[in-house]
């Protein structure tokens, strides 16, 4: 193995512009090359100071493509769930469960081109996308009482976006934790998401469904306690 060594080379920094050079050795191309690199990185940098956030702006807008494509994938989810309805109100459960099974199967599309979209995107983008499919595949799988991936979908669907207009998440967060047994963390996301705003659109608009699966699981966990000998 050869032994490496180390040629300390001349350089200068400007002490205005803050530039390198090395004058004394002018005939080294490949130096003066890097140097040259180096120094219109530097000023680039400088540059962007300039910027009101201190970063470059986004090469390309949104891809209208890729945004097409999730909203697309989105509503034929939203259609299967749809028909997935008709058939249960037609008995007609094994179709009921395919539809339902098409459904997650289509959500689970949109979100992975959600979470592909460049990291130049907007994150607010991506948190508002996923925000809506993760929620709606959460309902899919409430259909196919797959409690867990229920409950962990409802609850990344509010991490996503925290704000009110968001009950539909809270409610089957809610619902999955309290199918699984466990009252008291229902009752406290259930309470969490009256206290965020949740309650306003919570069973499709109607108001009252996050508020009265509150009264249903605070049930639950009174008489819990109660077996339990304590108050």
Known sequence: ????????????LDPQSKS??????????ALQAELAALNTTHRT??????????????????????????????????????????SASSNKPGDAQEHIK??????????????????????QIVRDELSV?????????????AWPEAAVDAETSVEAKVAPGQGKAWWRRGRSLAEMGRVEEALEVVERGLEVGGE?????????????????????????????GLR
């Open 102 to 123: 098409e459904s997650i199967k289509l959500y689970s599309y949109a979100i992975d081109m959600a979470l592909g979209r460049p990291t130049w995107e907007p994150a």
């Open 20 to 29: 390198l050079s090395s004058p004394s050795l002018p005939q080294h191309t």
């Open 1 to 12: 193995m050869a032994e490496e060594t180390f040629t300390l080379l001349p350089l200068h």
């Open 45 to 86: 940098l400088l540059s962007l100071s300039d910027s009101p956030h201190g970063v470059p702006p986004p090469p390309l807008p949104l891809n209208p493509k890729r945004s097409a494509a999730i909203q697309k994938m989105r509503e034929q989810g939203n259609a299967a769930l749809a028909r997935r309805a008709a």
């Open 133 to 145: 499919l993760l929620s709606n595949r959460s309902q899919g799988y409430i259909g196919l009482q």
């Open 200 to 228: 306003e659109t919570a069973g499709g608009g109607g108001g009252g469904e996050l508020r009265g699966l509150r009264e249903e699981v605070l049930g639950k966990v009174r008489r819990k306690r109660e077996k339990a």
